[in-house]
Nanobody, 118 residues
Framework: QVQLVESGGGLVQPGGSLRLSCAASGFTFSSYEMSWYRQTPGKERELVAG????????NYADSVKGRFTISRDNAKNTVYLQMNSLQREDTAVYYC???????????WGQGTQVTVSS
């Protein structure tokens, strides 16, 4: 079955950096776009970044452009989110996501907490 396991969250000071990882299994990883979302209490989950199956195309939320970089290693079935110049507003639970088209199903990881605070 499809599994997404995030790691790399934690507490960081404003201006600092973190790299999130999402290890995927149960599907042909290189065939699917992967995305990172985030959510804070009382707010809807929002798209942070996405990357195409081959990694040649990426997209970002305006709020993270120039600070975050999404990448993937198809040999390791892993997608990453490098987060630089972190701001307090980036505090959220970050989720890895894939939409499996033949199953018409959205899959989510368990989430990893990122807290930006001094």
């Amino acid at each position: 079955q499809v599994q997404l396991v995030e790691s790399g969250g934690g507490l960081v000071q404003p201006g600092g950096s973190l790299r999130l990882s999402c290890a995927a299994s149960g599907f042909t990883f290189s065939s699917y776009e992967m995305s990172w979302y985030r959510q804070t209490p009382g707010k809807e989950r929002e798209l942070v970044a996405g990357i195409s199956g081959a990694g040649g195309s990426t997209n970002y939320a305006d709020s993270v452009k120039g600070r975050f970089t999404i990448s993937r290693d198809n040999a390791k079935n892993t997608v990453y989110l490098q987060m630089n110049s972190l701001q307090r507003e980036d505090t959220a639970v970050y989720y890895c996501n894939v939409f499996i088209t033949f199953a018409m199903t959205n899959y989510w990881g368990q989430g990893t907490q990122v807290t930006v605070s001094s």
